[in-house]
């Protein structure tokens, strides 16, 4: 949301408005609660924000695009600044009607695109990006409204052009990557005589345990320590970044699959885009959550991008969407937000009234922020009378930077 989000799309009557019911047609339950300083407050659903109900209402896309691990495919590519990882939702709005129709025509047979990431100079296109399926859209008053959902990572293939079709819609000819199958870096050293009794794919780093003896058999044979090897078990490598994280989240929301986690990370623990590019392109999951351990054991402050003042604390994170703290947003004009919610803020400074329209959180108002020392946009507070939390700040990706305190030991 901009400047510009006063400009909300017109939905026909009858249909939910940004994302929550206008007044006029409240249901009676709601009617029905006590008004003024004595009104209940109810806990915000963090399922909405994921729907992007603030589209309005859109048509299902069937079908389903996946693509074979090194398959090398031509699609239509769409470039933005922010980080789609596999398993998050994008939200896209397409005013401009020569887009409009080369994506629909590029989509018809596959409804799929390739999102593209800049560089970390933000000068050229990263070579790693992510293929987006589309699974709803809507054409309405001349407007696209789609969602699409990050489902494999790709790489461009190296000496084929970029071609621009229109606008920031091109075409790309990508290589398709895909996870490799867990395994135990000493599996394949394993003695003949012990693997109908050693497991290597444990999922616990506990139940692991109850196995080291016969780890310990192999290992003798190698000079290093076994803890050493243990270090590198993927097991070993979930369990410790998990553990790490409950010092900002609750548990419930960390997910414990590995892949995920990786790529949940990325979306949730404030990193330098550098970082992030770094892990895009990392193919397995071990060596990814080994990298994301280093990068969990620097302490990181939010600071504005262009000035560097103090805007809010790693530990002042926290979700308001099931996705996490960190989710793709696009206001009526197009421009797709990377957005971070933070319970506390400072050095900021409102603009302008408060608005509900469009707004990617049903049931808040959103009011800009600026920075207090060079007024440059950070993002928007949001706040509601009847929701708890009665308020919140949602801080652009674009407005701020991480700064690292202290590197990691």
């Known amino acids: ?44 659903d963090i399922d909405l ?22 398959e090398i495919t031509t ?87 970029i ?16 996870e490799p199958p867990i395994t135990s870096p000493i599996s394949n050293t394993q003695l003949n005589s ?53 010092s900002y989240y609750l548990i419930e929301f960390i997910p414990h699959d590995p892949v995920q986690l990786s790529f949940w990370f990325v979306q949730n623990f404030q990193l330098k885009h550098e970082e992030r590019l770094k892990i895009m392109k990392i193919r397995t999951a071990i060596e990814r959550l080994r990298l994301e ?5 620097m302490k990181r402050l939010i600071c504005c991008a262009k000035c560097e003042a103090e805007i809010a604390q790693q530990n002042n994170v926290f979700p308001m969407s099931k996705d996490g703290v960190q989710s ?8 797709v937000y990377e957005t971070v919610t933070v319970s506390k803020a400072t050095n900021f400074t409102l603009i302008g009234p408060p608005s509900a329209q469009f707004s990617w959180f049903p049931g808040y108002s959103w009011t800009i922020m600026q920075c207090k020392m060079c007024s440059s946009h950070l993002g928007w507070q949001f706040t509601s009378a009847n929701l708890k939390p009665d308020k919140f700040y949602g801080l652009a990706k674009n407005g701020f930077d991480v700064k690292i305190v202290t590197e990691a030991a």
Not at 164 to 170: A, K
Not at 293 to 297: E, G, S, T
Request: glycine fraction near 6%.
């Open 1 to 44: 949301m901009s400047d510009s989000d006063d400009n909300a799309n017109n939905l026909p009557d009858g249909q939910m408005e940004n994302g929550h019911v206008p007044m006029e047609v409240e249901p009676n339950n709601s009617a029905e609660r006590q008004s003024g300083s004595a009104r209940s407050h109810d806990q915000f």
């Open 293 to 297: 351990l280093r990068y969990l054991n």
């Open 163 to 178: 071609k621009t079709l229109v606008g920031e819609l091109y075409q790309v000819t990508v290589k398709v990557m895909l």
């Open 328 to 335: 793709n947003y696009c206001n009526p004009g197009g421009y």
């Open 75 to 161: 699609l239509a590519a769409i470039q933005t600044n922010t980080l789609v990882f596999p398993g998050f939702t994008l939200p896209l709005v397409l005013n401009n009607d020569l887009e409009i129709n080369m994506l629909q025509r590029h989509t018809q047979k596959k409804n799929a695109f390739v999102l593209l990431t800049p560089t970390k100079d933000f000068k050229s296109v990263f070579a790693y990006g992510v293929i987006m399926e589309i699974f709803e859209t809507h054409l309405r008053n001349d407007v696209l409204y789609l969602k699409a959902r990050s489902r494999q990572r790709c790489q461009l293939v190296p000496g084929k052009e």
């Open 49 to 70: 924000p994921t729907s992007h109900r603030y589209l309005g209402k859109l048509d299902n896309v069937s079908g389903c695009a996946f693509y074979d691990d090194g």
């Open 194 to 246: 012990l693997k109908l009794r050693a497991r290597f794919k444990c999922t616990d780093y506990r139940e692991f345990n109850k196995y080291r003896k016969y780890r310990q058999y192999h290992l003798c044979q190698y000079p290093l320590a076994t803890w050493v090897y243990d270090k590198h078990e993927m097991c070993f490598l979930r369990d410790k970044l998990i553990q790490g994280l409950t």
